[in-house]
């Protein structure tokens, strides 16, 4: 026999109670054999065959469906002759859903950072579309992360983040250690075919860049795969430009400050397109911005699965010689400034947050990327609905002293998605000028939704 774990009370039972499982969609019963007639067996037979072959035909349907809507765009087409992407694209529900399969179920996914799992037995929690997933470091310091679901009877096992030194299902108390493996069972005594080995919280594959936690929702990596193996995240996640963003500052020597959350009534793919428009919308809705840049200097380059947009800075104490926004496909977005020089106690800007340094802690800063970064994720939540999480590093000698915030793009993409879903619009067109980024985003999609 199997083993088992656990103790508690012996169920007494007599006949065996009706159960219930499903097997990919459809839905089987198990009925005890001294109440299941020849008649009945054919009858829920017959239900249960139809009900697959609705299910089946529906599923292709929809499949159909959306692929039609996805070759309603042409990444052929040269931008300056390009339509952008139908308005379905934004709005349909059946869409949203075969994008979260082809776009965010395959490939490496930014979720969190290293500071949020510093210490031994720190964890933070996460849902990306229908995966609910929880990340921590073990107590040997490895990295961990699995689907945040109770092998049981499916209860999320853990919310948030903090410290545990193992997860307790809130429902049963069913208990897993750091490790995912599955420490306790209670009452199940009298439980037959039950391997323990069998029943530990599904993995699913991790990995670290620099200070940003990834996870694939795909692949199977080996077992010892070890979590800090750059080279295959930087070729898969980043491609070409991992080195240029290293050089851009982009690593771990900057203290995790805080984080803004944000619900927005728009499609994720809006917000994305506000941000990869070549700085298009900041004369127009970030004036107090765009006065402290020279908008003639926007550059955007692309390549594999990222863009990069630069702007030097102006004249003014505002903000600093030059700006630099990159972003990882799909949904990630990583800001760093470069300062030339700091009239010290001022007050600088970048969006979406206020911030104002003494002089002490300036000193330091003249003529490089810093002292700050930001990063922006987007995630799904519907085809109509997207959460932006704002997190905010800084230099570990830097003290801010003041802080706050603007709602401008928050306020743009919630007007553009009602825009997509007026029966006045389809589809528009690019400044081919200035949204090549957005351009290049919208190819990449088409390209995950062929796949």
Same mark, same amino acid.
């Given at each position: 026999?199997?083993? +088992?774990?656990?103790?508690?009370?012996?169920?007494?039972?007599?006949?065996?109670?009706?159960?219930?499982?499903?097997?990919?969609?459809?839905?089987?019963?198990? /009925?005890?054999?001294? /109440?299941?007639?020849?008649?009945?067996? #054919?009858?829920?037979?017959?239900?249960?065959?139809?009900?697959?072959?609705?299910?089946?035909? @529906?599923?292709?349907?929809?499949?159909?469906?959306?692929?039609?809507?996805?070759?309603?765009?042409?990444?052929?087409?040269?931008?300056?002759?390009?339509?952008?992407?139908?308005?379905?694209?934004?709005?349909?529900?059946?869409?949203?859903?075969?994008?979260?399969?082809?776009?965010?179920?395959?490939?490496?996914?930014?979720? %969190?950072?290293?500071?949020?799992?510093?210490?031994?037995?720190?964890?933070? !929690?996460?849902? =990306?579309?229908?995966?609910?997933?929880?990340?921590?470091?073990?107590?040997?310091?490895?990295?961990?992360?699995?689907?945040?679901?109770?092998?049981?009877?499916?209860?999320?096992?853990?919310? %948030?983040?903090?410290?545990?030194?193992?997860?307790?299902?809130?429902?049963?108390?069913?208990?897993?250690? $750091?490790?995912?493996?599955?420490?306790?069972?209670?009452?199940? !005594?009298?439980?037959?075919?039950?391997?323990?080995?069998?029943?530990?919280?599904?993995?699913?594959?991790?990995?670290?860049?620099?200070?940003?936690?990834?996870?694939?929702?795909? #692949?199977? +990596?080996?077992?010892? &795969?070890?979590?800090?193996?750059?080279?295959?995240?930087?070729?898969?996640?980043?491609?070409?430009?991992?080195?240029?963003?290293?050089?851009?500052?982009?690593?771990?020597?900057?203290?995790?400050?805080?984080?803004?959350?944000?619900?927005?009534?728009?499609?994720?793919?809006?917000?994305?397109?506000?941000?990869?428009? *070549?700085?298009?919308?900041?004369?127009?809705?970030?004036?107090?911005?765009?006065?402290?840049?020279?908008?003639?200097?926007?550059?955007?380059? /692309?390549?594999?699965?990222?863009?990069?947009?630069?702007?030097?800075? *102006?004249?003014?104490? #505002?903000?600093?010689?030059?700006?630099?926004?990159?972003?990882?496909?799909?949904?990630? +977005?990583?800001?760093?400034? =470069?300062?030339?020089?700091?009239?010290?106690?001022?007050?600088?800007?970048?969006?979406?947050? $206020?911030?104002?340094?003494?002089?002490?802690?300036?000193? @330091?800063?003249?003529?490089?990327?810093?002292?700050?970064?930001?990063?922006?994720?987007?995630?799904?939540?519907?085809?109509?609905?997207?959460?932006?999480?704002?997190?905010?590093?800084?230099?570990?000698?830097?003290?801010?002293?003041?802080?706050?915030?603007?709602?401008?793009?928050?306020?743009?993409?919630?007007?553009?998605?009602?825009?997509?879903?007026?029966?006045?619009?389809?589809?528009?067109?690019?400044?081919? /000028?200035?949204?090549?980024? +957005? &351009?290049?985003?919208?190819?990449?999609?088409?390209?995950?939704?062929?796949?």
């Amino acid at each position: 026999m199997a083993a +088992m774990i656990g103790s508690g009370q012996t169920i007494k039972t007599g006949l065996q109670p009706t159960l219930s499982h499903q097997r990919g969609h459809c839905r089987f019963y198990q /009925t005890p054999i001294s /109440t299941l007639t020849t008649e009945n067996w #054919r009858r829920r037979r017959s239900i249960t065959v139809a009900s697959c072959s609705l299910h089946h035909n @529906s599923e292709n349907s929809l499949k159909s469906h959306c692929e039609k809507l996805v070759h309603e765009f042409d990444p052929e087409v040269p931008i300056e002759k390009a339509l952008t992407p139908p308005s379905s694209w934004y709005t349909d529900a059946s869409f949203y859903d075969f994008e979260l399969d082809r776009v965010f179920y395959r490939g490496w996914q930014a979720v %969190g950072y290293t500071e949020q799992i510093k210490e031994p037995r720190d964890f933070f !929690t996460g849902r =990306l579309g229908t995966v609910e997933f929880v990340v921590c470091r073990d107590e040997k310091g490895k990295v961990q992360a699995f689907h945040n679901v109770c092998r049981h009877h499916a209860s999320i096992l853990a919310s %948030g983040s903090g410290q545990k030194t193992c997860f307790v299902c809130p429902y049963h108390g069913w208990t897993y250690g $750091l490790d995912g493996a599955l420490r306790k069972a209670t009452r199940i !005594t009298g439980i037959q075919n039950f391997n323990v080995n069998e029943f530990g919280l599904i993995a699913i594959d991790v990995a670290v860049w620099g200070p940003f936690v990834l996870l694939n929702l795909e #692949r199977k +990596m080996s077992p010892d &795969y070890d979590v800090g193996d750059n080279d295959l995240v930087e070729n898969e996640w980043l491609g070409s430009t991992s080195e240029l963003l290293k050089c851009g500052g982009v690593d771990t020597s900057l203290s995790y400050l805080f984080r803004r959350e944000y619900t927005i009534d728009c499609n994720w793919k809006v917000f994305c397109d506000n941000y990869l428009d *070549g700085g298009y919308h900041v004369p127009y809705a970030h004036k107090g911005l765009a006065s402290g840049l020279e908008l003639d200097s926007y550059s955007t380059t /692309t390549y594999e699965k990222v863009s990069i947009q630069s702007c030097a800075g *102006g004249s003014t104490e #505002r903000v600093g010689s030059k700006a630099l926004y990159a972003f990882i496909y799909p949904n990630f +977005m990583i800001n760093r400034y =470069l300062l030339s020089s700091i009239k010290l106690g001022k007050l600088f800007i970048f969006k979406p947050i $206020l911030f104002l340094f003494d002089r002490a802690s300036c000193e @330091s800063c003249a003529h490089r990327y810093g002292p700050w970064m930001d990063t922006n994720l987007v995630v799904p939540l519907g085809p109509r609905k997207c959460q932006v999480i704002f997190d905010y590093f800084i230099e570990p000698h830097l003290k801010v002293t003041k802080g706050s915030f603007h709602m401008e793009d928050i306020i743009l993409c919630d007007g553009v998605q009602r825009g997509l879903e007026s029966p006045a619009y389809c589809s528009g067109r690019y400044a081919p /000028t200035v949204e090549n980024a +957005m &351009y290049h985003f919208h190819q990449l999609l088409h390209s995950n939704l062929c796949m």
